[in-house]
């Protein structure tokens, strides 16, 4: 978790072959590299975000309030470079004036919703609240949300969404007030060779994590014992849709297939 984020990770594995490869040219090198690597993030697959923003654009166009964002986990500049995927989109919008407020879910145990989007978004000056990862839903309910928007460590051929866990939560929260709900992804983090979510490898994380948020006392008895998923599954016919960079599309295999048919086999 010293380094997080998908993209970020990508970019972080190719400078380590790079280095790897600076002292060792050999294919032998290069390959346990690749395998090292690869083993540290098992969830993660791996822009500026330009389609995302007709989706900020066409809502702000019904009403003169600020449109309501809720975001999940952090999918900004911190863990994907540049502006980021799912959070691009909002400071797009808030460029060209768009009035816009974001929901931030403080993202538990590693709370990078708190300690990292509300940083990011504090730093851009756009206008936000925290929350807790509970409050998402009672906040739908109520009305108070215009669009959900999340990023994604991987997706599967069939549009299925794996992201940080309580993604999915939001997810049939959403679905159940009508609310529509994208992933922010760049095509590296499509993974062709998995039919669906079910076959996403879960990373099951240190129960300290839990336990011992800031890393202070234990917050359950000893001896508790500890269920820590990092991430959940997201069936593509819950959600509106993906954010790429070839377009906005439905989650579903023949959209995908549709928009990047070099992987239609």
């Not at 540049?82 to 590693?110: D, F, K, M, N």
């Not at 851009?124 to 807790?132: D, E």
């Not at 906005?248 to 086999?265: N, T, W």
Request: proline share 6%; hydrophobic share 45%; glycine share 8%.
């Amino acid at each position: 978790m010293q380094v997080r984020g998908a993209p970020l990770i990508g970019a972080t594995a190719a400078y380590g072959l790079a280095l790897a490869l600076g002292r060792d040219s050999s294919d032998s090198n290069l390959e346990e590299a690749r395998a090292l690597l690869l083993a540290t993030r098992p969830t993660a697959v791996n822009l500026r975000w330009a389609h995302g923003l007709r989706l900020l654009e066409a809502l702000a166009s019904r009403s003169r309030d600020p449109v309501q964002v809720l975001t999940h986990c952090n999918a900004g500049a911190l863990a994907t470079l540049a502006w980021g995927t799912a959070t691009a989109p909002i400071y797009l919008a808030q460029a060209r004036g768009i009035p816009v407020h974001v929901w931030v879910s403080e993202t538990r145990p590693r709370l990078q919703g708190a300690r990292l989007t509300a940083w990011e978004l504090r730093e851009h000056r756009v206008p936000h609240t925290l929350i807790v990862d509970a409050a998402g839903a009672a906040l739908m309910r109520q009305h108070r949300v215009d669009i959900v928007l999340v990023g994604a460590d991987r997706v599967t051929r069939n549009g299925d969404v794996c992201n940080k866990i309580g993604t999915y939560e939001k997810a049939l929260a959403a679905r159940d007030n009508a609310i529509p709900m994208y992933a922010a992804v760049p095509s590296a983090t499509f993974d062709w060779t998995l039919a669906d979510g079910a076959d996403v490898p879960i990373e099951e994380r240190d129960a300290g994590e839990v336990l011992r948020p800031s890393s202070g006392d234990s917050i359950a008895p000893a001896g508790t014992e500890v269920a820590n998923p990092a991430f959940d599954v997201t069936p593509g016919r819950l959600l509106t849709g993906l954010i790429t960079e070839r377009g906005v599309c439905a989650a579903d295999a023949a959209a995908l297939a549709a928009l990047f048919p070099e992987h239609a086999r």
